[in-house]
């Protein structure tokens, strides 16, 4: 018997550890309730969610009493969340906890003024997804930047579609990169050729969680396939009328790739509204946040005002 209860607890260790569990305990010391099972959100869709546990997965969703007590829609499971669950028959569970989150990436919800949106919890780094050929925007890049600011999660830059661009080009984009925002990796790649791959798979480590941000069409979903190895999701051509990618993937979805990593694939965000204004965007401009601070008048907008240093800055 006691060698049959070690067996098990091995084996429960072992699916946890593959769904990250021991990069979660490193940060969060919480204890398990007991009568629950310990698992991780991997999928959600429409307040629906697929838990992964160490005796399978199941169709959850949160007890009328978690969505009572919820504040807003923060406090609901995200994908990545890990969650205490009740199995019930038929492959079935309800979500009782959420467990507190290391990190969780959200933005201001798209047409709802003053809500939030969960993107993604407990993720180690966020590869900022952009394609070289139409969709490269560095203002927008900046707000992923903030967001990520924000969420306490390290950004990694990734360049798409490396194989449309002329070398001037990209030469051009890395350098303008390089200019404004410092201290992120850059990492140009091409899903095609498979050009650079390399340098990015020699920064997904086992044991961690990582997510994608970016629009529709830069090629996350393609990017996702051939990290994990097989078709997982479905994949989209540019619109050549308007010059936007369609939104491919619907849902979020947490997947373990062949090395171990845990990667979660987005739906594509046309529209980057942070969450946090204040910390996100002190954090992801640093230096305008610091000039600031030389600024003759306290309350400095940083447009007009004699003795600004950020405009005595910009103008050098």
């Known amino acids: 018997m006691l060698l049959l209860f070690k ?3 091995f084996r429960t260790i072992m699916i946890l550890e593959n769904l990250g569990y021991s990069s979660y305990k490193s940060r969060i010391k919480e204890p398990m309730p007991e009568g629950f099972e310990i698992g991780r959100v991997v999928l959600e869709h429409k307040e629906r969610y697929i838990v992964r546990t160490e005796t399978g997965e199941y169709d959850a969703e949160i007890t009328g009493n978690l969505r009572y007590t919820a504040n807003s829609r923060e406090d609901f499971p995200a994908v990545g969340d890990w969650v205490a669950v009740a ?3 038929a492959g079935f569970a309800i979500i009782h906890k959420v467990f507190p989150r290391f990190s969780v990436i959200k933005r201001q919800a798209v047409g709802q003024s003053g ?3 969960v993107i993604a919890a407990n993720i180690d780094c966020a590869f900022l997804v952009q394609a070289v050929d139409r969709d490269f925007n560095i203002n927008r890049l900046e707000r992923y930047l903030a967001i990520c600011c924000t969420s306490k999660v390290s950004p990694v830059i990734v360049l798409t579609k490396t194989d449309l661009a ?5 030469i051009e984009i890395t350098t303008g990169i390089g200019k404004r925002i410092e201290h992120v990796p850059v990492i140009a790649i091409s899903n095609e050729t498979r050009l650079g791959y390399e340098a990015l798979t020699n920064i997904i480590e086992r044991g961690k969680t990582y997510c994608m941000l970016g629009s529709s069409g830069v090629g996350k979903s393609t990017l996702l396939n051939n990290l994990s190895g097989r078709m997982v999701m479905k994949t989209g051509a540019i619109s050549n009328s308007s010059s936007k990618g369609r939104h491919i993937t619907s849902h979020r979805e947490l997947l373990v790739l062949e090395n171990g990593a845990i990667l979660i694939d987005n739906p594509g965000m046309r529209e980057v509204g942070i969450a946090d204004v204040a910390g996100g965007l002190e954090a992801a401009f640093n230096n305008i946040a610091g ?4 600024c003759r008048f306290i309350d400095c907008s940083h447009i007009s005002e004699a003795g600004c240093a950020v405009i005595e800055a910009l103008e050098k």
């Open 291 to 294: 000039l600031s601070k030389q």
């Open 7 to 9: 067996a098990i607890n």
């Open 166 to 170: 002329e070398k001037a080009r990209l």
């Open 87 to 89: 199995v019930h028959d």
């Open 115 to 117: 809500k939030v949106q």
